[in-house]
């Protein structure tokens, strides 16, 4: 078995910085590797799409935190007890009457309608960034478009969005010290008092939102209760718009580190679906797949997994695999036959897939066909990548002038 690897490891400035050198440094020597993370738990990365791609769907890893050993389960369900029985920690059966009543209030005709209003929105911030010739994209443009988008989509108020940025951030970000998981129970009150009071009165008064059609969702006249509410609304708020936020901060910066990119696109705009894709794939704002649990000794790549073990699957580590992709450190806007990870595979396959690429495709048509001479306000090198071991690779702040 490789040497296991020290939980700082995940924590460095050098793997912030740098995460595809330092996985593509370990695919070398193999697949699989121990690592201390969780501390004092036998957790492994997979960093390979080979043993990547079925390890995300393979059912003797378990995403319900049941499977877990102690002290680890109860530290775990205590840090964030409002997504306590939500889709994207449950398995089979649960997992499956969940995903079906969830996806009957957010079906892709739903999705597709919005695409004018979507638009509408990307706009109306490009309009109120233009005159000032400068701009944080990440504050003043990809930040709001889709909490706005996810706020209206499920019914709340998209004033209280900078609330939501922090909740969410919150919940993502790794709570290491006392204050900071004191602060995590703090939003968790929050957030539970403020959607148990819109549940409520979706109840007494349903509108034409998502929290109302996810009141009423039945499946075999069973509905959602108060708990799996309250979890799937959590998620779908933060899932809703903190992924597709950094798709749209990523992807930017990958194109104004190279104006051959950014031409390129300019020139031939219809490459936009496929070059979303390859953003996906090429700096991912998903950095690994959440937590997954043996259920049972098992082996990936011949690398002894006990039962209880974390299992992390690096989806930025498969996505440039050089056994599935040509030139995998290299963008290519018209990559075909893109099999990246970036919104896993088989059961958890994500859900708000068709509206992150109808954001993505929209966002980044916007920006370049309105924002003429975009270029970085300021040199690559101080540029600062959030990580902190959370889940999401994304920029701390992106200005640029056009």
């Given at each position: 078995?490789?040497e296991?690897l020290?939980?700082?490891?995940?924590?460095?400035?050098?793997?912030t910085?740098d995460p595809?050198?330092?996985?593509?440094?370990?695919r070398?020597?193999?697949?699989?590797?121990?690592v201390?993370?969780?501390p004092g738990?036998d957790?492994?990365?997979v960093?390979?799409?080979?043993h990547?791609?079925?390890?995300?769907?393979d059912?003797r890893?378990?995403?319900?935190?049941s499977?877990?050993p102690?002290?680890?389960r109860?530290r775990?369900s205590?840090?964030n007890p409002?997504l306590?029985?939500?889709m994207?920690d449950?398995?089979p059966p649960?997992?499956?009457r969940?995903?079906r009543?969830?996806?009957?209030?957010?079906?892709p005709?739903?999705?597709?309608?919005?695409?004018?209003?979507?638009q509408q929105?990307?706009?109306?911030?490009v309009?109120?960034?233009?005159?000032?010739?400068?701009a944080d994209l990440?504050?003043?443009?990809?930040?709001?478009?889709?909490?706005?988008?996810?706020?209206?989509?499920?019914g709340?108020?998209?004033?209280d969005?900078?609330?939501?940025?922090?909740?969410s951030?919150?919940?993502?970000?790794p709570?290491?010290d006392?204050e900071?998981?004191?602060?995590?129970q703090?939003?968790?009150l929050?957030?539970r008092?403020?959607?148990t009071?819109?549940?409520?009165?979706?109840?007494?008064?349903?509108?034409?939102?998502?929290?109302s059609?996810l009141?009423?969702?039945?499946?075999?006249?069973e509905?959602?209760?108060d708990?799996?509410?309250?979890?799937?609304?959590?998620?779908?708020?933060?899932?809703g718009?903190?992924?597709?936020?950094?798709?749209?901060?990523?992807?930017?910066?990958?194109?104004?580190?190279d104006?051959?990119?950014?031409?390129?696109?300019?020139?031939?705009?219809?490459?936009?679906?496929?070059?979303?894709?390859?953003?996906?794939?090429?700096?991912?704002?998903?950095?690994?797949?959440?937590?997954r649990f043996?259920?049972?000794?098992l082996?990936?790549?011949?690398?002894h997994?006990?039962?209880?073990?974390?299992?992390?699957?690096?989806?930025?580590a498969?996505?440039?695999d050089?056994?599935?992709?040509?030139?995998?450190?290299t963008f290519?806007a018209a990559?075909?036959d893109n099999?990246?990870?970036a919104?896993?595979?088989?059961?958890?396959?994500?859900?708000?897939a068709?509206l992150?690429?109808?954001?993505a495709q929209?966002a980044?048509?916007?920006?370049?066909s309105?924002?003429?001479?975009i270029?970085?306000?300021?040199?690559?090198?101080?540029?600062?990548?959030?990580?902190?071991g959370?889940?999401?690779r994304?920029?701390?702040?992106?200005p640029?002038r056009?």
């Amino acid at each position: 078995m490789p040497e296991k690897l020290p939980f700082e490891f995940l924590l460095s400035p050098e793997f912030t910085r740098d995460p595809h050198s330092a996985c593509a440094a370990l695919r070398e020597k193999g697949p699989v590797h121990p690592v201390d993370f969780p501390p004092g738990m036998d957790g492994f990365l997979v960093v390979d799409h080979e043993h990547g791609r079925p390890a995300l769907n393979d059912p003797r890893l378990a995403k319900s935190i049941s499977w877990a050993p102690e002290p680890f389960r109860g530290r775990f369900s205590a840090g964030n007890p409002v997504l306590a029985h939500n889709m994207l920690d449950s398995d089979p059966p649960d997992h499956t009457r969940l995903r079906r009543l969830v996806s009957r209030a957010f079906t892709p005709r739903r999705i597709e309608s919005l695409r004018p209003r979507i638009q509408q929105i990307a706009d109306d911030l490009v309009d109120g960034m233009a005159a000032k010739g400068e701009a944080d994209l990440l504050d003043d443009f990809a930040f709001p478009l889709p909490i706005t988008v996810i706020c209206e989509l499920l019914g709340v108020p998209a004033e209280d969005r900078d609330t939501f940025r922090d909740w969410s951030g919150t919940l993502i970000g790794p709570s290491l010290d006392e204050e900071g998981i004191r602060y995590r129970q703090e939003v968790n009150l929050a957030i539970r008092a403020y959607f148990t009071g819109i549940i409520a009165q979706r109840r007494a008064a349903p509108r034409d939102d998502l929290i109302s059609a996810l009141v009423v969702a039945r499946d075999d006249d069973e509905l959602l209760d108060d708990q799996e509410l309250l979890a799937t609304l959590t998620l779908l708020l933060v899932a809703g718009h903190e992924t597709t936020v950094n798709l749209i901060g990523n992807g930017m910066l990958t194109l104004l580190t190279d104006p051959g990119r950014l031409k390129l696109l300019l020139d031939r705009p219809k490459l936009l679906p496929s070059a979303v894709e390859e953003f996906l794939r090429h700096d991912g704002p998903v950095a690994r797949a959440t937590f997954r649990f043996a259920t049972e000794d098992l082996k990936i790549a011949g690398v002894h997994i006990p039962k209880g073990g974390v299992v992390h699957i690096f989806l930025g580590a498969a996505n440039r695999d050089p056994k599935i992709f040509d030139a995998p450190d290299t963008f290519d806007a018209a990559r075909a036959d893109n099999r990246h990870l970036a919104f896993g595979h088989g059961i958890h396959f994500c859900l708000g897939a068709p509206l992150a690429r109808l954001e993505a495709q929209i966002a980044f048509g916007t920006l370049l066909s309105r924002l003429p001479g975009i270029e970085l306000a300021c040199p690559p090198g101080e540029i600062e990548w959030n990580w902190g071991g959370s889940l999401i690779r994304g920029l701390r702040a992106l200005p640029v002038r056009f």
